[in-house]
């Protein structure tokens, strides 16, 4: 088993900052893709950002100049630097994570969401 443990929500004003931090432990081969998605109230839960064991990345549109996801393989953490921010960007962000338990079986694991919320 898997466990994600998010951090780095919060209230912020519109133009401002936060950067999430989403971290992997338990039985872990190895993690392939990591990715943050975000549900706002209303609305399906969408892609913002991934990024894969190699580095590659990929934005929705709305998060393109703005969003920047990283990750950390050695403590099986990615990060989400989030700038210039809106308050269309207010919602849940989750974490997700497509990991090995062993050299043969990848399984698709989803974070508690942490609370993005932006507003004068």
């Known amino acids: 088993q898997v466990q994600l443990v998010e951090s780095g929500g919060g209230l912020v004003q519109p133009g401002g900052s936060l950067r999430l931090s989403c971290a992997a432990s338990?039985?872990?081969?190895?993690?392939?893709?990591m990715a943050w998605y975000r549900q706002a109230p209303g609305k399906q839960r969408e892609l913002v950002a991934a990024i894969t064991s190699g580095g590659s990345t990929n934005y929705a549109d709305s998060a393109k100049g703005r969003f920047t996801i990283s990750r950390d393989n050695a403590k099986n953490t990615v990060y989400l630097q989030m700038n210039s921010l809106k308050p269309e960007d207010t919602a849940v962000y989750y974490c997700?994570?497509?990991?090995?338990?062993?050299?043969?079986?990848?399984?698709?694991?989803w974070g508690q969401g942490t609370q993005v919320t932006v507003s004068s």
């Open positions: 338990g039985s872990i081969f190895s993690i392939n893709t």
């Open positions: 997700k994570t497509d990991a090995m338990t062993d050299s043969r079986h990848e399984y698709r694991y």
